[in-house]
Nanobody
Framework: QVQLVESGGGLVQPGGSLRLSCSAS????????MGWYRQAPGKQRELVAT???????NYADFVKGRFTISRDNAEKTVYLQMKSLEPDDTAVYYC???????WGGGDYWGQGTQVTVSS
């Protein structure tokens, strides 16, 4: 099992930037696929971006060109660099660690970090 702790959220003006961090309790090298999801009030949780153990990335259409996901396996940390933020980006952002079935399977979540985009 892996514990995840997100940080870096806050209040930012439209057009601003934030970098979210997700620190894992154990090594994620070569095994876990990592991702960021978000949930706005009254809405379902939705995928923002993922990065596989092989560093392949995938983004939701609504963040392409604005957000960048990256991982530092040595630091056991995954990042989400967000720029050109919009009010619709306001949500709680959650880090996810996905263990593929060939390694036993499982999904782990952090507690979330609030991002508020407002003037």
């Amino acid at each position: 099992q892996v514990q995840l702790v997100e940080s870096g959220g806050g209040l930012v003006q439209p057009g601003g930037s934030l970098r979210l961090s997700c620190s894992a309790s154990k090594s994620i090298v070569s095994i876990y696929d990592m991702g960021w999801y978000r949930q706005a009030p009254g809405k379902q949780r939705e995928l923002v971006a993922t990065i596989t153990s092989g560093y392949s990335t995938n983004y939701a259409d609504f963040v392409k060109g604005r957000f960048t996901i990256s991982r530092d396996n040595a630091e056991k940390t995954v990042y989400l660099q967000m720029k050109s933020l919009e009010p619709d980006d306001t949500a709680v952002y959650y880090c996810n660690a996905h263990l593929p079935p060939r390694w036993g399977g499982g999904d782990y979540w952090g507690q979330g970090t609030q991002v508020t985009v407002s003037s």
